[in-house]
């Protein structure tokens, strides 16, 4: 790194704990960006509040958050982060996705950011190291993206006969293309053929569906996109009126209907991001704080949707599942 621009990171992150206490002098205000809409993103927004409480900050009362909703459009990120930085917030937390994460990143150095979200932090470019982040920004992140593999697995013991899945993704978020690819890996070492569809709004979602059951996959996998958990529930109810198997990445889609699922918790990932925020709000730096990863991961079985779909969950996956939804 030249001099120059270590003087330029260090000079900025000194500025961190004063900005944090020009604040504390009329009150805190942080930012909260997120490429979901307010409604599907409030449990997201609680756990991460409940993050904040037990570092000591309460909203309304100690703190007030900034709220920047992209509602599934990932090209307005952009315009909100620097919205965000505009009003000279103390910290930004970018929750639920890759794309938020780096929007934030790229409208600021001197804010500290702390990011949320399933995808591998290096490879999509937002730190160069896991145990000591450099800059401005850390976070937490619940792995989603590398277990498509994983997940297209699951499904196949599902679905012993299958031939083709179909495999769902959004090709807004850059994070999809390294998702895509680990699923294609796994098909192919199982033999079977998989189908990608892009979907980037529910009326892509609809069309995605359509060709998916023309082209007659025998169940599908969903990708680890916030859109896709907005719409967890018409996802279920499409599978279950096609009659499709699928798994997702998160517990809320089985708890919506969907089959199966597979992954960490988001939830756990957003709550620590509202630790992180504290403890910066209390002067840490980033880079005194590594990147969280996920110690457990979950297999979801909905028995009732099973059911409905006329399938038997093999005895040796409910046996092992984490929580079985009947």
């Known amino acids: 790194m030249r001099r120059r621009e270590f003087i330029a990171i260090a000079g900025s992150a000194a500025a961190w704990p004063l900005a944090v206490r020009a604040q504390q002098a009329t009150k805190l205000v942080i930012g909260l960006l997120s490429a979901r809409s307010a409604a599907s993103g409030e449990p997201m927004a609680a756990a991460f509040r409940q993050g904040l409480r037990e570092a000591g900050y309460v909203e309304g009362q100690s ?3 900034e709220y920047r909703w992209a509602e599934g459009h990932y090209e307005k990120l952009e315009a909100l982060a620097n919205d965000l930085v505009r009003s000279q917030v103390a ?8 794309p938020a994460a780096l929007a934030a990143k790229a409208a600021t150095t001197a804010i500290p950011i702390v990011f949320g979200n ?3 932090p290096i490879a999509s470019g937002l730190v160069a190291s896991l145990n000591r982040p450099e800059g401005n920004i850390t976070g ?3 792995y989603s993206v590398e277990l498509a593999g994983k997940r297209l697995g699951l499904l196949r013991e599902v679905v012993q006969t299958a031939t083709a899945f179909g ?3 959004n090709p807004s978020n850059p994070i999809e293309e390294l998702e895509t690819k680990d699923a294609e890996a796994a098909a192919r070492a199982l033999g079977i053929q998989l189908k990608v ?9 609809d069309a995605a569906f359509a060709t998916l059951f023309e082209q007659r996959v025998d169940a599908f996998v969903v990708g680890s996109d916030p859109l896709f958990l907005a719409y967890s529930r018409k996802l279920a109810d499409l599978a279950k009126r096609h009659a499709l198997p699928a798994i997702y990445y998160a517990r809320e889609f089985p708890a919506a209907g969907g089959l199966m699922s597979y992954g960490s918790r988001p939830s756990d990932t957003y709550h620590q991001a509202g ?5 910066i709000l209390q002067g840490a730096k980033p880079t005194d704080l590594p990147i969280m990863r996920p110690t457990k991961f979950e297999l979801v079985i909905n028995l009732k949707t099973a059911k409905t779909l006329g399938r038997e969950i093999p005895l040796h996956l409910q046996q092992i599942a984490d929580e079985v939804i009947e």
């Open 140 to 142: 937490a992140t619940f």
């Open 275 to 279: 630790i992180y925020v504290g403890k």
């Open 63 to 65: 703190l007030q958050i």
């Open 118 to 120: 399933g995808g591998d």
């Open 167 to 169: 495999f769902i993704a």
């Open 91 to 98: 910290v930004i937390g970018a929750l639920s996705g890759t």
């Open 197 to 205: 569809f892009k979907a980037t709004n529910e009326r892509e979602i």
